[in-house]
């Protein structure tokens, strides 16, 4: 008859179960026979067939602690008394010698005498008169500092000046008739210091934009005989500060040089007789933005 896995699972349990039945019983069997048990009650133990307390058993030494002392064994046994047992007296512990500190005597403090202070002399008291302050010494600073003030020089005031010459090509130069004429359209009127100007506003008003220089000394122009006079060349400069606009006031001189330039047959050039190209004019104009800039931080 074959078994099926149910079956077999079955008798496997069983078997187990037989086993750990046999095996309980042997533990028990042995417990039994083991002379030596553990008391029902705590703080009993047993040794051969009789109980006792602990309260009764002597009191052994501890060989844990630091007074020393050998581990005793009771060497009774089961059926043996316990003798020499009452008899025994632990070794006294030994305890080092104590070692008393010894304090050592503190130096006698040496007292360094302090060094003498400067003697200060109280300053005589100055007579003050009524309704004036006593000259003490930030008030005499105060008026050294206005004397060196008023002594002082004034600063030289930062200027500049834009220079653009227009020469002719031809040898015979410039008619003083024509250039009176390109003047005129221009607005460049004859001024001060015999020279020709041109302001800001018409008819001469406002502030001075630029002037126009004989190039020929002393540079002044014989406004009368000006029909007759033949002019190698000119001088346009404009001179920082001045202009209110002084950027405005450059571009405007730069037209006007070129105006003649071009009726008369002149070339531009610049403060140093070179030719004068679009690069020299804003360079020139960098150099106009650089003094505004400087006049304005120093007004400040």
Known sequence: MELSVQDWLIVIGALLIVGVLLDAF?????????????????????LGDGFRDDAEAPALPNAELP???????????????????DDFEAPAPRVAPRVEPVLEPEPPAVHVPAPPQPR????????????????????????????????????????????????????????????????????VRHGEMDIFHRHEQEKGQGPVQFSVANVSRPGTFDIAAMDALHLPGLSFFLRLPGPTRPLEAFDCMLETARVVARNLDGELQDESHSVFTTQT????????????????????
Not at 27 to 45: A, D, L, Q, T
Not at 171 to 186: D, R
Not at 281 to 300: G, K, L, P, T, V
Request: charged share 35%; proline share 8%.
């Open 67 to 85: 007074g020393g002392g050998a581990r005793v064994r009771d060497r009774g046994g089961i059926g043996h008394d316990n003798r020499g047992m």
């Open 26 to 46: 042997r533990r028990y069997r042995n417990e039994s026979r083991n002379p030596i048990r553990m008391g029902r009650k705590p703080g009993f133990w047993k």
């Open 281 to 300: 004019a804003e360079h020139c104009r960098q150099r106009i933005r650089e003094f505004a800039h400087r006049n304005s931080r120093a007004r400040r």
């Open 120 to 187: 200060r002399e109280t300053p005589p008291e100055q007579a003050v008169l009524p309704g004036t302050e006593p000259i003490t010494a930030p008030v005499r600073e105060k008026r050294e500092k206005r004397a060196r003030a008023a002594a002082a020089p004034a600063p030289e005031t930062d200027s500049e000046v834009v220079v653009i010459h227009v020469l002719a090509r031809e040898a015979g130069g410039f008619p003083g008739e024509a250039l009176v004429k390109i003047f005129h359209a221009c607005d």
